[in-house]
């Protein structure tokens, strides 16, 4: 099973930025997509953004236009820059791969946006 080491998350101010941090280990070829998903307290974990196959992305409807995934292959991490933050974006933030060994998460790191 893929490890997955997570970072970035903390506080920040309303309007402000953070990235987060993936680094997965193995073989990046036997990853095929990798993603964040977040849960707030009291509601369900959503999937946040996901890039597949390093090239296609997806973005939940409320972080389009100030959240971008991408992925490094040299160093197999994957990262989230949230720009532009609100108070709804507070959440743990998790990191989810599928690859040919199955699903992989992360253990979660905290993003609370102060209004």
């Known amino acids: 099973q893929v490890q997955l080491v997570e970072s970035g998350g903390g506080l920040v101010q309303a309007g402000g930025s953070l990235r987060l941090s993936c680094e997965a280990s193995g073989d990046p070829a036997n990853i095929f997509a990798m993603a964040w998903h977040r849960q707030a307290p009291g509601k369900e974990r959503e999937m946040v953004a996901e890039i597949v196959d390093g090239s296609r992305s997806d973005y939940l409807d409320s972080v389009k236009g100030r959240f971008f995934i991408s992925r490094d292959w040299a160093s197999n991490t994957c990262y989230l820059q949230m720009n532009k933050l609100e108070p709804d974006d507070t959440a743990i933030y998790y990191c989810?791969?599928?690859?040919?060994?199955?699903?992989?998460w992360g253990q979660g790191t905290q993003v609370t946006v102060s209004s």
């Open positions: 989810f791969v599928r690859s040919w060994d199955g699903p992989s």
